[in-house]
Protein backbone atom coordinates (compact mmCIF):
# COMPACT_ATOMS: atom_id res chain seq x y z
CA UNK A 1 0.00 0.00 0.00
CA UNK A 2 1.56 3.51 -1.21
CA UNK A 3 2.36 6.10 1.75
CA UNK A 4 -0.08 8.70 2.33
CA UNK A 5 1.69 12.16 1.11
CA UNK A 6 1.41 14.83 3.74
CA UNK A 7 0.86 17.66 2.09
CA UNK A 8 2.76 20.77 3.48
CA UNK A 9 0.96 23.14 1.11
CA UNK A 10 -2.26 22.37 2.52
CA UNK A 11 -1.09 21.96 6.29
CA UNK A 12 0.57 25.23 5.53
CA UNK A 13 -2.01 27.25 4.30
CA UNK A 14 -4.40 26.46 7.44
CA UNK A 15 -2.18 27.77 9.91
CA UNK A 16 -1.28 30.25 8.02
CA UNK A 17 -5.17 31.16 7.59
CA UNK A 18 -5.49 30.24 11.61
CA UNK A 19 -2.69 32.77 12.41
CA UNK A 20 -4.18 35.63 10.21
CA UNK A 21 -7.23 34.95 12.69
CA UNK A 22 -5.31 35.60 15.78
CA UNK A 23 -3.19 38.57 14.84
CA UNK A 24 -6.72 39.96 13.81
CA UNK A 25 -8.42 39.34 17.10
CA UNK A 26 -5.16 40.63 18.92
CA UNK A 27 -5.37 43.63 17.04
CA UNK A 28 -8.78 44.31 17.80
CA UNK A 29 -8.99 43.85 21.11
CA UNK A 30 -5.41 44.84 22.70
CA UNK A 31 -4.42 47.40 19.68
CA UNK A 32 -1.26 45.26 19.03
CA UNK A 33 0.00 44.88 15.45
CA UNK A 34 2.84 41.65 15.51
CA UNK A 35 5.68 43.20 13.24
CA UNK A 36 8.49 41.33 11.40
CA UNK A 37 11.63 43.06 10.36
CA UNK A 38 13.72 40.77 8.13
CA UNK A 39 17.35 41.60 7.64
CA UNK A 40 19.18 40.43 4.41
CA UNK A 41 22.62 41.11 3.58
CA UNK A 42 23.78 40.84 0.14
CA UNK A 43 22.10 39.39 -3.07
CA UNK A 44 22.09 35.50 -2.51
CA UNK A 45 19.52 34.96 -4.85
CA UNK A 46 18.26 31.83 -2.72
CA UNK A 47 17.52 34.65 0.42
CA UNK A 48 15.82 37.16 -2.28
CA UNK A 49 13.14 34.45 -2.94
CA UNK A 50 12.82 33.25 1.18
CA UNK A 51 12.46 36.83 2.00
CA UNK A 52 10.05 37.83 -0.89
CA UNK A 53 7.88 34.55 0.37
CA UNK A 54 8.20 35.76 4.43
CA UNK A 55 7.32 39.35 2.97
CA UNK A 56 4.30 38.46 1.02
CA UNK A 57 3.01 35.82 3.87
CA UNK A 58 3.58 38.23 6.73
CA UNK A 59 1.39 41.09 5.37
CA UNK A 60 -1.33 38.10 3.94
CA UNK A 61 -0.99 37.74 8.10
CA UNK A 62 -2.19 41.12 8.79
CA UNK A 63 1.41 41.79 10.29
CA UNK A 64 3.42 44.61 9.76
CA UNK A 65 6.57 43.95 7.39
CA UNK A 66 9.74 45.33 7.67
CA UNK A 67 12.39 44.57 5.02
CA UNK A 68 16.50 45.96 5.49
CA UNK A 69 18.39 45.46 2.74
CA UNK A 70 21.84 45.76 3.50
CA UNK A 71 25.02 45.59 0.86
CA UNK A 72 27.25 42.23 0.99
CA UNK A 73 30.29 44.14 1.90
CA UNK A 74 28.42 45.97 4.91
CA UNK A 75 30.60 45.87 8.04
CA UNK A 76 29.61 43.80 11.49
CA UNK A 77 29.66 46.85 13.31
CA UNK A 78 26.41 48.65 10.59
CA UNK A 79 24.95 45.61 10.88
CA UNK A 80 24.97 45.06 14.80
CA UNK A 81 23.79 49.02 14.79
CA UNK A 82 20.85 47.86 12.87
CA UNK A 83 19.57 44.78 14.86
CA UNK A 84 20.51 47.05 17.71
CA UNK A 85 17.85 49.61 16.56
CA UNK A 86 15.15 46.57 15.87
CA UNK A 87 15.65 45.74 19.77
CA UNK A 88 14.66 48.64 20.59
CA UNK A 89 11.72 49.09 18.21
CA UNK A 90 8.41 48.92 19.73
CA UNK A 91 6.48 47.76 16.37
CA UNK A 92 8.94 44.95 15.45
CA UNK A 93 8.69 42.08 17.52
CA UNK A 94 10.68 39.62 15.59
CA UNK A 95 14.00 39.96 13.85
CA UNK A 96 15.22 37.69 11.70
CA UNK A 97 18.61 37.74 9.95
CA UNK A 98 18.73 35.65 6.37
CA UNK A 99 21.17 33.44 6.69
CA UNK A 100 23.99 32.38 4.98
CA UNK A 101 25.74 35.87 5.39
CA UNK A 102 28.38 36.87 3.57
CA UNK A 103 31.98 36.27 4.44
CA UNK A 104 33.77 38.48 6.75
CA UNK A 105 30.64 38.70 8.90
CA UNK A 106 30.55 36.61 12.24
CA UNK A 107 27.03 34.56 12.37
CA UNK A 108 27.05 33.90 16.07
CA UNK A 109 27.50 37.09 16.78
CA UNK A 110 25.24 38.75 14.59
CA UNK A 111 22.66 35.92 16.37
CA UNK A 112 23.93 36.83 20.11
CA UNK A 113 22.92 40.34 18.95
CA UNK A 114 19.04 39.65 19.01
CA UNK A 115 17.02 40.14 21.68
CA UNK A 116 15.88 36.86 22.67
CA UNK A 117 12.35 38.06 23.27
CA UNK A 118 12.25 39.04 19.30
CA UNK A 119 14.53 35.55 17.86
CA UNK A 120 12.37 34.34 15.87
CA UNK A 121 14.27 32.18 13.99
CA UNK A 122 14.99 30.54 17.14
CA UNK A 123 18.62 30.56 17.45
CA UNK A 124 19.95 32.97 20.52
CA UNK A 125 22.09 30.78 23.08
CA UNK A 126 18.77 31.71 25.34
CA UNK A 127 15.98 30.48 23.45
CA UNK A 128 18.43 27.01 22.97
CA UNK A 129 18.57 26.23 26.46
CA UNK A 130 14.98 27.50 27.86
CA UNK A 131 14.12 24.76 24.72
CA UNK A 132 17.05 22.39 25.93
CA UNK A 133 15.79 22.52 29.49
CA UNK A 134 11.80 22.12 28.59
CA UNK A 135 11.24 25.47 29.30
CA UNK A 136 8.71 27.64 26.94
CA UNK A 137 11.03 29.01 24.07
CA UNK A 138 10.89 30.61 20.41
CA UNK A 139 11.93 27.39 18.71
CA UNK A 140 13.72 27.40 14.84
CA UNK A 141 10.67 27.50 12.63
CA UNK A 142 12.09 23.88 10.40
CA UNK A 143 12.30 22.01 13.76
CA UNK A 144 8.84 23.54 14.57
CA UNK A 145 7.00 22.45 11.40
CA UNK A 146 8.14 18.76 11.51
CA UNK A 147 6.23 18.44 14.52
CA UNK A 148 3.56 20.33 13.48
CA UNK A 149 3.49 17.90 9.75
CA UNK A 150 4.06 15.07 12.20
CA UNK A 151 0.88 15.17 14.62
CA UNK A 152 -1.62 15.44 11.24
CA UNK A 153 -0.28 11.66 11.20
CA UNK A 154 -0.37 10.94 14.51
CA UNK A 155 -2.57 13.21 17.23
CA UNK A 156 -0.12 12.48 20.00
CA UNK A 157 4.17 11.44 19.33
CA UNK A 158 3.77 10.68 23.36
CA UNK A 159 5.98 6.72 23.76
CA UNK A 160 6.72 7.08 19.93
CA UNK A 161 10.11 5.90 18.57
CA UNK A 162 11.49 8.89 16.78
CA UNK A 163 14.91 9.07 14.95
CA UNK A 164 16.64 12.43 14.45
CA UNK A 165 19.76 12.18 11.04
CA UNK A 166 21.26 15.29 11.24
CA UNK A 167 22.81 17.33 14.06
CA UNK A 168 22.85 20.77 13.10
CA UNK A 169 21.81 23.73 15.17
CA UNK A 170 18.99 24.52 12.75
CA UNK A 171 17.27 21.67 12.64
CA UNK A 172 18.67 18.15 14.07
CA UNK A 173 19.34 19.43 17.79
CA UNK A 174 16.42 21.53 18.44
CA UNK A 175 14.08 18.61 16.79
CA UNK A 176 15.00 16.40 18.95
CA UNK A 177 13.99 19.12 22.06
CA UNK A 178 11.11 19.09 20.54
CA UNK A 179 10.18 15.80 20.30
CA UNK A 180 11.64 14.91 24.09
CA UNK A 181 8.86 17.63 25.03
CA UNK A 182 6.58 15.48 23.09
CA UNK A 183 7.35 12.66 25.29
CA UNK A 184 8.58 10.74 22.27
CA UNK A 185 11.66 8.32 22.88
CA UNK A 186 14.69 10.43 20.53
CA UNK A 187 17.36 8.69 18.63
CA UNK A 188 19.86 11.44 17.09
CA UNK A 189 22.06 10.33 14.42
CA UNK A 190 23.86 11.45 11.78
CA UNK A 191 26.52 10.69 8.42
CA UNK A 192 29.12 8.83 10.69
CA UNK A 193 26.50 6.76 12.94
CA UNK A 194 27.57 3.12 13.22
CA UNK A 195 24.77 0.53 11.53
CA UNK A 196 22.46 3.71 10.55
CA UNK A 197 20.19 1.46 8.23
CA UNK A 198 19.15 -0.82 11.27
CA UNK A 199 19.10 1.72 13.47
CA UNK A 200 16.64 3.88 11.31
CA UNK A 201 14.67 0.32 11.02
CA UNK A 202 13.77 0.75 14.31
CA UNK A 203 11.51 3.79 14.34
CA UNK A 204 8.08 4.95 14.25
CA UNK A 205 8.98 8.45 13.10
CA UNK A 206 12.44 9.40 11.01
CA UNK A 207 13.38 12.61 10.63
CA UNK A 208 15.89 13.19 7.65
CA UNK A 209 18.11 16.18 8.06
CA UNK A 210 21.56 15.58 6.69
CA UNK A 211 21.81 17.51 3.48
CA UNK A 212 22.68 14.48 1.20
CA UNK A 213 20.76 14.05 -2.12
CA UNK A 214 18.47 10.48 -1.37
CA UNK A 215 20.75 8.97 1.51
CA UNK A 216 17.57 7.26 3.44
CA UNK A 217 16.34 4.27 1.52
CA UNK A 218 13.78 1.80 1.23
CA UNK A 219 15.33 -0.76 3.42
CA UNK A 220 15.98 2.00 6.32
CA UNK A 221 12.78 2.37 7.08
CA UNK A 222 10.04 0.03 9.19
CA UNK A 223 6.73 -0.48 7.07
CA UNK A 224 3.83 1.61 8.56
CA UNK A 225 6.73 4.70 9.72
CA UNK A 226 6.18 8.26 9.25
CA UNK A 227 8.89 10.21 7.39
CA UNK A 228 9.63 13.78 7.15
CA UNK A 229 12.42 14.67 4.63
CA UNK A 230 13.54 17.76 5.65
CA UNK A 231 16.20 17.65 2.82
CA UNK A 232 16.75 20.02 -0.10
CA UNK A 233 19.11 19.15 -2.65
CA UNK A 234 19.74 20.11 -6.48
CA UNK A 235 20.92 17.22 -8.59
CA UNK A 236 21.48 16.90 -12.42
CA UNK A 237 18.63 15.44 -14.65
CA UNK A 238 19.51 13.50 -17.74
CA UNK A 239 18.40 15.75 -19.66
CA UNK A 240 21.59 18.47 -18.77
CA UNK A 241 18.79 20.31 -16.20
CA UNK A 242 18.64 19.95 -12.59
CA UNK A 243 16.10 18.89 -10.02
CA UNK A 244 14.99 19.12 -6.13
CA UNK A 245 15.44 16.50 -4.43
CA UNK A 246 15.64 15.55 -0.44
CA UNK A 247 17.40 13.36 1.70
CA UNK A 248 14.87 10.42 1.29
CA UNK A 249 14.69 8.56 -1.64
CA UNK A 250 11.04 9.39 -1.93
CA UNK A 251 9.60 6.62 -4.88
CA UNK A 252 11.25 3.56 -2.79
CA UNK A 253 10.47 4.63 0.27
CA UNK A 254 6.76 5.99 -0.27
CA UNK A 255 6.00 1.95 -0.98
CA UNK A 256 6.88 1.01 2.76
CA UNK A 257 5.85 4.33 4.84
CA UNK A 258 2.85 5.16 6.03
CA UNK A 259 2.93 8.37 5.48
CA UNK A 260 5.55 10.76 4.13
CA UNK A 261 6.72 14.48 3.13
CA UNK A 262 7.17 15.41 -0.44
CA UNK A 263 10.23 17.70 -1.67
CA UNK A 264 9.26 19.70 -2.73
CA UNK A 265 5.71 20.75 -0.81
CA UNK A 266 6.54 19.17 2.24
CA UNK A 267 8.85 20.45 5.19
CA UNK A 268 10.12 23.95 3.73
CA UNK A 269 6.19 25.43 3.39
CA UNK A 270 6.24 24.92 6.64
CA UNK A 271 9.03 26.75 7.60
CA UNK A 272 7.45 30.69 6.67
CA UNK A 273 4.35 29.46 8.26
CA UNK A 274 6.11 28.59 11.56
CA UNK A 275 8.12 31.87 11.87
CA UNK A 276 4.64 33.75 11.50
CA UNK A 277 3.91 31.68 14.56
CA UNK A 278 7.06 32.42 16.13
CA UNK A 279 6.09 36.02 15.51
CA UNK A 280 2.53 36.03 16.38
CA UNK A 281 3.72 34.20 19.95
CA UNK A 282 6.72 37.03 20.40
CA UNK A 283 4.29 39.80 20.32
CA UNK A 284 2.02 38.56 22.23
CA UNK A 285 4.70 37.71 24.92
CA UNK A 286 6.38 41.19 24.41
CA UNK A 287 3.08 42.62 24.99
CA UNK A 288 2.30 40.95 28.40
CA UNK A 289 -0.58 38.98 26.35
CA UNK A 290 -1.92 35.43 26.91
CA UNK A 291 -0.17 32.87 24.67
CA UNK A 292 -2.25 32.94 21.19
CA UNK A 293 -4.50 29.84 20.38
CA UNK A 294 -1.97 28.72 17.70
Known amino acids: MAARIIDGKLIAADLRAQVAQEVARVKRDHG ?32 ASFEHRLPADVSQAELLALISKLN ?10 QLPLPKGLETEVVINAIDPAKDVDGLHPHNAG ?12 TPLGC ?22 N ?14 ATVTIAHSRS ?4 ALTARADLVYAAVGRPEMVKRDWIKPGATVIDVGINRIPTAEGKTKLVGD ?4 EVAEVAGAITPVPGGVGQMTVAC ?8 ACAIAGLPKPAV
Do not use: F, W
Open 170 to 183: LVGRPLVQLLLNEN
Open 130 to 141: RLAGGQPALAPC
Open 275 to 282: LLVNTLRA
Open 248 to 251: VAYA
Open 32 to 63: VTPGLAVVLVGNDPASEVYVRSKHTQTQAAGM
Open 88 to 97: QDPSVHGILV
Open 194 to 197: RELP
Open 147 to 168: IILSKTVHGSLEGMNAIVIGRS
